[in-house]
């Protein structure tokens, strides 16, 4: 009896899949990736391609998440967070689940060539690569700036939303490749904090579990000290008007005054489950920002500039004397 009401609860074959996906996470993800379609110099995007972008999106970035759950099928198994996962807790067997994030990232490849661009389809593959062997299997287990290096692979999207519309990337789309990769660190530092018990148990080098609370609250700080200036760049180069710098400011006000609180707290207090759940809602809340204000009909005062380091899948090209040209 108890037997068969435990497989009753158990989940099916298809949520499982789904769950190795981590769609969780994705929403954030395709958010960062769709945002940028809005904001480039060559108008709207068109509902189709959106529906494109978005499809392979979720396909990548769930092959990158399934082959993670694939690799740290060992460590999950000791994190009480994690155990309960398909893989270490038996239910799909690893092998399938390595077949399945294989599939899945051929598959967005596919969608990203045929029916959006080339570039955007090797952007987002990189992407994948980057998360799998550069942050999962590399740094991830040796290095307590696992986060800070592995974490670029979360800042791909917006490059691919800027080369889904463009074919190209600029200037505009590095600064938003630069607001993901600086808002990573003190994002997930916050989810370490409260999870030591968990990474020391499992062997995984997190900040807080190597140079202690005091330095990571420290890095925190300086991580969000730096990323407000870049939030703020897009409206000097032309990219977003008045309107989305108005929100910038005012969201990056409320981080740093999360970041400074937690600093000056002795050890790790409810704030920093606050700051966790914040940075979650203000990247998301960032990006749309910046699409919202490319449609309102006013506190736009420079016109997009282009700064092209990639086009057409060439070879990057960085001149020694960037050019300026107006649209």
Request: glycine share 8%; net charge positive.
């Amino acid at each position: 009896m108890i037997h068969a009401a435990a497989a009753a609860r158990s989940p099916s074959l298809v949520a499982d899949l789904v769950t190795l996906t981590k769609p969780r996470i994705i929403s954030l993800l395709l958010v960062t990736t769709v945002a940028p379609m809005f904001i480039t110099p060559v108008g709207l995007p068109s509902l189709g391609l959106i529906g494109w972008v978005t499809l392979a999106g979720y396909l990548m970035a769930g092959g990158a998440n399934t082959i993670n759950m694939w690799f740290d099928r060992d460590i999950d198994d000791r994190m009480a967070r994690t155990r309960l996962r398909p893989i270490p807790s038996g239910r799909l067997p690893a092998a399938a689940a390595l077949l399945f994030g294989i599939s899945l990232g051929a598959a967005a490849f596919t969608i990203f060539w045929v029916f959006v661009n080339p570039l955007s389809a090797w952007l987002a593959l990189s992407g994948l690569l980057f998360y799998v062997f550069i942050y999962t299997i590399w740094l991830k287990r040796t290095s307590p700036q696992n986060i800070v290096i592995g974490g670029a692979a979360g800042a791909f999207p917006p490059l691919v939303g800027w080369a889904a519309m463009t074919n190209s990337v600029d200037l505009g789309a590095l600064y938003l490749f630069a607001i993901v990769f600086y808002w990573t660190p003190p994002h997930f530092w916050a989810l370490a904090l409260n999870k030591q018990r968990d990474y020391g148990a499992a062997g995984v080098p997190m900040m807080p579990n190597v140079h202690g609370e005091v330095e990571t609250k420290r890095q925190m700080l300086i991580y969000t000290l730096m990323l407000i200036p870049l939030t703020i760049m897009p409206v000097f180069v032309g990219v977003n008007g008045i309107l989305y710098g108005v929100i910038a400011v005012a969201l990056g006000a409320r981080f740093i005054q999360l970041c400074w609180k937690i600093w000056r707290e002795d050890g790790v207090t409810p704030t920093t489950w606050v700051l966790y759940k914040y940075s979650l809602v203000y990247l998301a809340v960032l990006f749309v920002a910046m699409a919202v204000d490319r449609v309102v009909p006013f506190g736009h005062f420079v016109p997009p500039s282009e700064h092209v380091f990639l086009r057409r899948g060439d070879i990057p090209v960085v001149p020694p004397v960037m050019t300026h040209e107006g649209h």
